[in-house]
């Protein structure tokens, strides 16, 4: 790593800043010192909690697949992290929309306006073996980062847990806290490294700090912990009496395929129970090496995630 340390009020413009990894790193930014902060998105209600949550920070709503005044924005910055991307979603064509084009028109302003720097946050999945719009989109937008000529390094974190989580954990916990029996799949002895999104934003963070050129991180969370030890943990943070009952695996696949019918958008769905079961095993970077921090335990990080009470209560919308 480099060590052309940043000024803390220097402009940083964070692409995609609504949302999950968004919303806590600009809490950590803060923290951290940061003044300048330029976050911009198109999720409305989102946008609207980071507001209210940051009247500090300059907020722009824009859709960044298409040209508009935000590119102006980032002229001006030190830094330029982009976060935007399209997740989950029933059409090819959100997927290549907000990870492909919108990311050409980020890299070109970025180009445009001379930014110095670029951090780009990707995901595990560009080195999985999965076939589907999202692990296709994403690697071609790191691809496009790569040879964009922009200073930059990539971030590749594995599934996270944190504050104004509206999916996995943060699901998870708040329906723990409305149910008295909590089901679990089989013996729920499912391997898991859950990543504390806190700590993934002080990589982030160290990376604007110190740029690394052209460096990619696997950011991975270092507690290999059983699916069940993880619902007892979120259960023993909370201090909840819920009862946790073992199903049948092939029966919890069944109810999760009917519950699908009737609803939209299913919070934990059949394929990612096959997800959750399959014993993938991911390797990541030694963060206290790498970036000079240890993670936080995991018992620690679940309290701080579901039990705060500045944020825990604060749900983001998908």
Same mark, same amino acid.
């Given at each position: ?147 964009? &000529?922009?200073? %930059?390094?990539? !971030? +590749?974190?594995?599934?996270? =847990?944190?504050?104004?989580? @509206?999916?996995?954990?943060?699901? /998870? ?76 695996? &092939?029966?919890? %696949?069944?109810? !999760? +395929?009917?519950?699908?019918? =009737?609803?939209?958008?299913? @919070?934990?769905?059949?394929?990612? /129970? ?45």
């Amino acid at each position: 790593m480099t060590m052309n340390k940043i000024d803390k009020h220097a402009k940083l413009v964070l692409t995609g800043a609504a949302g999950l990894v968004g919303q806590n790193l600009i809490v950590e930014l803060k923290a951290q010192g940061y003044t300048q902060l330029v976050a911009i998105d198109k999720h409305e209600y989102n946008l609207g909690i980071l507001r209210q949550l940051h009247p500090d920070v300059q907020v722009i709503h824009a859709d960044l697949a298409e040209d508009g005044s935000w590119s102006e924005a980032i002229k001006g910055a030190a830094c330029v992290v982009q976060l935007h991307a399209q997740i989950t979603g029933k059409h090819t064509e959100l997927f290549t929309r907000n990870n492909i084009d919108a990311t050409r028109r980020v890299l070109d302003a970025t180009r445009r306006h001379n930014v110095p720097y670029l951090v780009h946050i990707s995901s595990s999945v560009v080195v999985s073996v999965a076939d589907d719009d999202y692990t296709n989109t994403k690697k071609a937008q790191e691809k496009l980062v790569v040879e964009s &000529g922009i200073p %930059h390094c990539v !971030l +590749r974190p594995t599934l996270m =847990f944190g504050w104004f989580d @509206p999916k996995h954990l943060g699901w /998870l916990s708040r329906f723990m806290a409305k149910t008295p029996v909590f089901p679990i799949p089989g013996n729920g002895r499912y391997m898991r490294q859950p990543l504390y999104e806190r700590d993934f934003c002080r990589c982030i963070a160290r990376c604007i700090e110190t740029r690394p050129d052209g460096d990619v991180y696997d950011v991975v969370g270092d507690t290999r912990i059983d699916y069940v030890d993880i619902i007892k943990t979120i259960k023993k943070a909370k201090g909840l009496h819920t009862l946790i009952v073992h199903i049948p695996y &092939g029966l919890f %696949h069944f109810l !999760l +395929r009917v519950y699908a019918l =009737f609803s939209g958008k299913p @919070p934990f769905t059949a394929d990612q /129970l096959k997800a959750l079961t399959a014993g993938d095993e991911f390797h990541g970077i030694d963060t206290q090496k790498v970036f000079g921090f240890r993670q936080t335990p995991f018992a620690e990080a679940i309290k701080e995630s579901y039990c705060d009470p500045r944020f825990s209560s604060v749900v983001l919308k998908r």
